[in-house]
């Protein structure tokens, strides 16, 4: 029988591919005591760094995994519990732990991405979870389904939810008939269509929730609920980072553009960099970025304002920014009358990254009210 009394902090599993991880360093010692949330050690992959967070409450009573040391996926790392517990049974915990069995098919379906072939082209796409609820993540300029992998299983835990690469971006068509917001509207229309989701809760970030406002406008039966993570489509001004982030050509460009997205310079990884440059060599991205950027955010101006068209029928509305944004300002948070909004501090453009425990949190909150 399992003693739930002892809590196990195991190596995560972030986004669809990741099968081992680094432990960079503890955030806590011994003894500690630990609420949910709590950041209890660093870990690293090959894609991004991250804080593994409590989800119980109790004490650190054992860290196991040891510093720059690479671990698979759910080997023991450390153990959590009440200080009732005796340290004899933290040890036979500790050394009789075997890593949970994979669920059948994981190791095939699990790392498996799906593709739907619709009216906009051919779309890679992710699909957690089973719950009643459905949510529909969408992705900003130049980013792709994998920036979800600190939120798709959270929100997973009580909703079905997809994340899609939008044209031009990730794995997906790189084919664009028109340019602009209207043509990503009708992409997502038809991904939504192509796969019978009727009514969805829509998260979008930056230019995905410029696309999730439209999608509001133009098809209000299916939209159930928006969150606005930096969302473009509220103000007018943007920073440069689209523009740099277009013209950029080598790693040496590259890094301190992408830099611009965090709080934490520190994330900004070499393999993110390499695998964002990858990704901008592929054949027909450079003129769909080009297309988007000049349609979308010419002359460093928002040119469409969705937000506008939304006045007196904003479905419930969450709107979340981190307050160091160098790409759309902060005080873009407050233009939409009727949302409810919240700045978190110690973050930047990818808040939903740098605080992701924070920002499931809200959102899952939102979905449920």
Known sequence: MTD??????????????????KVTGWLLEDGSKINPGDAILEVETDKIAGAVEAHEAGVLRRRVGQPDTVYP?????????????????????????VAPAAEED????????????????????????????????????????DNWLFNIDALAEKATVYALDLPGHGQSVKKLEKS??????????AFMDKLSIGKAHLVGHSMGGAIALQMAADHPDK?????????????????????????????????????????????????????????KRLD???????????????GRKQQDAPAAKLAGKLPPTLIIWGKEDLIIPASHASLLPGARVHVIEGAGHMVFMEKASDVNNLIKAHIAG
């Not at 153990?79 to 050394?95: K, L």
Request: aromatic share 8%.
């Open 284 to 298: 027909g991205v450079e003129g769909i970025l080009k297309s988007l950027s000049a349609s979308l955010f010419a």
């Open 180 to 189: 602009g917001l209207a043509a990503m509207v009708a992409a997502l229309n």
């Open 4 to 21: 739930t009394r002892i809590v196990p902090i195991v190596m995560p599993k972030w986004g669809l591919s990741m099968k081992e991880g």
């Open 223 to 279: 939209v159930k609920s928006l969150t606005l993570i930096c969302s473009a489509g509220l103000g007018g001004e943007i920073g440069s980072y689209v523009d740099d982030y277009v013209a950029a050509q080598g790693r040496k460009d590259l890094k301190p553009v992408l830099e611009q997205l965090f709080a934490d310079k520190s994330l900004v990884s070499r393999q993110l960099v390499d695998d964002v440059l990858k990704y």
């Open 73 to 97: 996926v759910k080997t023991l790392l450390g153990v959590i519990a009440d200080p009732s517990v005796p340290d004899s049974e933290i040890d036979a915990f500790v050394s009789s732990y």
């Open 106 to 145: 994981e190791e095939d379906q699990g790392q498996k991405y799906e593709f739907a072939d619709t009216a906009a082209g051919s779309l890679r796409y992710a699909k957690r979870g089973t719950g009643a609820e459905t949510v529909v993540l969408i992705h900003g300029f130049g980013g792709d389904l």
